[in-house]
């Protein structure tokens, strides 16, 4: 196998039309920083439905560096994202949505850092342009509450736009999460990171694949990914729903032995709906947990791969993802 000396990875998700952009500004960042061309930039078609897939196999038609990896249906950003890495032969990976909104040119930067021995260099936004005051604020308390409920110190403001070394690429594919989240992975994983300030940009075209249920979504993979916390609050929701209980029932027994019995259903009706919420909730804490362990003991491949153009795979297709195992060829 020829040396490669940068991977790019990008998932994408029905881009056709930012993705002749994203090829131009990718390969001028890394021909900036890869004198003799040793890089490949892997775009990894999440089961779009629109000419996506057509593009990719042109662009990989058109030139050599260019790796397409057709999924065999959409499996959601992370999984395309692990796709990716599993198949990144560089030396240095760098993680960039197709959606241009963290600029490849950043590259040059990050790669210089990283020569002083810093194996993840991540972008943390200091702005974010074209998104709605809505998305503005969600984003600053999702990543505040995710510090407050996970285990594992992830930086504030920051995605998956990212420089990773190839021992911490290594790492991060034998992790065998089939949730997953992978800045956090990246966070756990630990070793030298720092962090590079940027301005977010506006998308250069469409509109967002994330939108509240997918966040909602994410959200809730991280925190059950890193962190027992949610089990520990509804536990101790439990507790003190008990000991407001067993206050109130003896504040009703001694003014029922003192001659002032409560009248009415409403206290009564208000306990019993209270205590059948925390219940619910309980239940549906440890429900999630437990869903998410039933699937992880299935063991199934994270993806499975259609096609790949634009290497020399030797016609190899319907290649299988294995949890915890890099497919590296």
């Known amino acids: 196998m020829d040396y490669i000396e940068l991977s790019v990875t990008i998932p994408c998700y029905n881009e ?18 890869c004198e003799n061309g040793t890089y490949e930039v892997i775009l990894v078609n999440d089961g779009s439905k629109d000419t996506t897939w057509s593009i990719i196999t042109e662009l990989s038609s058109a030139d050599q560096h260019i790796v ?16 990716a890495l599993q198949f990144a032969r560089g030396s240095r990976i760098f993680i960039l949505d197709a959606d241009l909104q963290d600029p490849p040119e950043l590259l040059p930067k990050m790669m210089a850092i990283m020569d002083d021995g810093i194996d993840v260099v991540y972008g943390q936004r200091i702005s974010r342009d074209g998104e709605t005051w809505f998305k503005k604020g969600t984003a600053y308390l999702f990543y505040r509450f995710l510090n407050f409920m996970t285990d594992v110190n992830i930086p504030n403001d920051t995605g998956d736009f990212r420089l990773i070394s190839r021992r911490t690429a290594d790492i991060l594919n034998k992790m065998p999460e089939q949730y997953r989240f992978i800045r956090g992975m990246v966070s756990w994983i630990g070793l030298k990171q720092e962090a590079i300030p940027y301005e977010r940009s506006a998308r250069f075209a469409g509109t ?15 925190i059950t990914s890193f962190s027992i916390r949610p089990l520990r609050l509804a536990s101790h929701a439990g507790l003190y729903l008990s000991l407001t209980t067993f206050i109130i029932m003896m ?11 409560l009248r009415g259903w409403t206290s009564l009706m208000v306990m019993i709906l209270a205590m059948g919420s925390v219940q619910l909730l309980v239940l549906g804490v440890i429900g999630e947990y437990l869903g998410r362990l039933y699937m992880q003991t ?7 791969v259609e096609d790949i153009v634009g290497r020399n795979n030797n016609g190899e297709k319907d290649i299988v993802g294995t949890i915890g195992k890099s497919n590296n060829q």
């Open 298 to 304: 299935k063991g199934r491949p994270l993806f499975v």
């Open 208 to 222: 967002t694949k994330y939108p509240i249920s997918k966040m909602f979504r994410l959200a809730a993979d991280a």
């Open 16 to 33: 056709e039309d930012s993705l002749y952009e994203l090829y131009n500004r990718v390969t001028n960042a890394c021909l900036s920083c």
């Open 251 to 261: 504040y009703v027994f001694i003014n029922y032995f003192t001659g002032h019995p």
């Open 68 to 83: 397409g990896i057709n999924l065999s249906r959409n499996y959601g950003h992370q999984i395309a994202l692990s796709a």
